[in-house]
Structures are given as C-alpha cells and as structure tokens.
C-alpha cells in the first residue's frame, strides 16, 4: 500500500478548502467539534472557512462562547450562545464589561448545558467590550465585541 495516498484520506484539514472569507448563509448556532479538537460553530464554518473535513456534533471539551452579530450596530441586539461539553451541566457566570472594568451586564445562570441569550446593547456607548463567561466545571472563555 502507498502510505502517501492513505495519507492523504486521513488528513484532518485540507488547506485547498480554507476560505478565511467565505460568508456561511447558515447563521445558525450548532457548534461541531473538528477532527483537529478545536470547536466551530456550525458544518459550514469547519468546512468552508477552516478547511476541516472531519466533525462530531458538540463541543470538543470545557465551553464554547459565540457571539452573533459582532461588530454590532447602534441600536442592535446580540446573541450569546454558550455551550458545554455533551452530557455536562453546570452553572455559568457572563459578563460583558468595557475596557476600564465597568459592568454592563451579567447573568448568573444554573445548571445548564446549552444556552441562547439575546441581550439588547442600545445602552451602551460605541467602543469595545469583552464577554466574559466562566463555569462552574473549571471552564473559562473571554471575546472582544465592538459596537459602532
């Protein structure tokens, strides 16, 4: 056998499909644990953004944060999804707060797997932010949002 060619099926990542801009029409949330151990956030994006061609469903480990749209607009809301690892429940702790330390938000929630949040950001001011969500099963997740 020709270990080169059966190298070649066993690839996790296949760099001819990576588009870094490549818009997923699929806005939907149903995060996909790659071949690689890194966790996106739906088919589309592993394969067509990443170039991953291997997936199981869910996260691959601890918790996944995503947020959707981001940059966000003057008067427009976001989703935050937030999702474990598959069968783990605990408690979660989100924060969004500015770049001097300031709180704008948080949500302590209890015993969840997977959870969407809207949360209407008309009140804040344009600038950056970070999202900060932390769980109860020693897992911790940080992204910076804009809003113009």
């Not at 296949?14 to 071949?35: L, T």
């Amino acid at each position: 056998m020709n270990l080169n060619v059966f190298g070649q099926f066993n690839n996790c990542v296949n760099p001819a499909r990576i588009q870094p801009f490549y818009q997923c029409n699929d806005a939907f949330y149903n995060p996909v644990c790659g071949c690689n151990n890194v966790t996106y956030r739906n088919q589309c994006e592993a394969l067509n953004v990443y170039g991953v061609e291997n997936w199981l469903s869910g996260v691959c480990s601890g918790i996944h944060l995503d947020i959707y749209p981001n940059p966000v607009g003057p008067a427009s809301q976001i989703s935050i999804n937030v999702s474990h690892s598959e069968f783990i429940n605990g408690n979660l702790d989100i924060k969004i707060i500015d770049l001097y330390g300031k709180v704008w938000y948080q949500n302590i929630l209890n015993n969840v797997n997977r959870i969407n949040l809207q949360i209407d950001l008309s009140a804040l001011r344009t600038g950056i932010y970070m999202v900060f969500v932390t769980s109860s099963v020693r897992a911790f997740q940080v992204k910076k949002i804009s809003k113009y």
